[in-house]
């Protein structure tokens, strides 16, 4: 009996959440507007892929590390621009307040599928690898491991797009503990020791990495480098939104 009424218990708050969005009218993540996870105007915010690895500092052709070798621009694609909208439905989407962001967030990353046509892929025999940005061990017990879905999503798209196999795969994970992203210091420091990659991949396997927000560009750069190292050949990055630099508009996210 006991067990009984704790197991009701249990359930409650989830019963009475969906309670809640029976009585209340369900509000766009980006601009409040009723009646929908994502409205119309601001899904179009997240877009066309276009490149951006030249709005980061350590993607593009100027990596500003002098400490570090310098590596061929990483080509990074983003749907939009991490401001207003976007910026709102992201984050309530991460903190797992607002979970049906999943499927039109989601959606939007595996129609970015699309930037395959215009990679030159290496030879190679394996699948395409699509590989998530690591994520803190926190946010993964939490089961808020979004950018888990968002690689999921992104492999199905390639699937479609190409017709070749595809795994999404796990490997890589922070150095350092925590689930905070690292300081823009620490990370420009350490660029290139931030992420490891347990275990070693198919040499020359040909890797995707997927991330929601890119900023810097440091933890990008910090997987690329762990997945060469693992024996991986990095062709890209794919994120759902890139930082405006300061004063910058969305028509700057260009190639
Ligand atoms: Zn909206």
Redesign the pocket.
């Known amino acids: 009996m006991l067990g009984q009424v704790m197991h009701r218990s249990a359930r409650l708050p989830s019963v009475l959440r969906a309670v809640g969005r029976l009585v209340l009218p369900q ?7 009723p009646d ?1 996870a ?6 179009a915010l997240l877009g066309e892929p276009r490149r951006c690895e030249e709005l980061t500092l350590h993607l593009g052709t100027q990596d500003l590390l002098p400490a570090q070798p310098q590596r061929a621009p990483l080509p990074t694609w983003a749907l939009g621009v991490y401001a207003g ?1 976007v910026r709102h ?1 992201v984050l309530a989407w991460k903190s797992g307040g607002r979970p049906d962001l999943a499927r039109p967030l989601t959606e939007a990353m595996e129609r970015a599928a699309s930037v395959m046509t215009e990679i030159e892929r290496p030879t190679a025999t394996g699948p395409v690898l699509v590989v998530p940005a690591p994520s803190g061990a926190a946010r993964r017990r939490a089961g808020r491991f979004v950018v888990g879905e968002l690689a999921d999503a992104f492999g199905k798209g390639v699937a479609r797009v190409t017709g070749a196999p595809v795994a999404v795969v796990d490997p890589l994970r922070r150095r350092s503990g925590g689930d905070h992203l690292l300081g823009a210091a620490a990370r420009s420091r350490d660029r290139a020791g931030a992420v490891r990659c347990r275990g070693r991949l198919p040499r020359g396997a040909v890797c995707m990495v997927i991330d929601d927000v890119v900023t810097t560009g440091a933890t990008l750069a910090a997987c690329a480098e762990a997945l060469r190292v693992a024996g991986g050949s990095v062709v890209g990055a794919v994120v759902l939104a890139v930082t405006a630099p300061p004063g910058a508009g969305s028509s700057n996210c260009q190639p």
């Open positions: 509000q766009c993540a980006g601009c409040g507007r929908h994502l409205c119309r105007r601001c899904a909208p439905a």
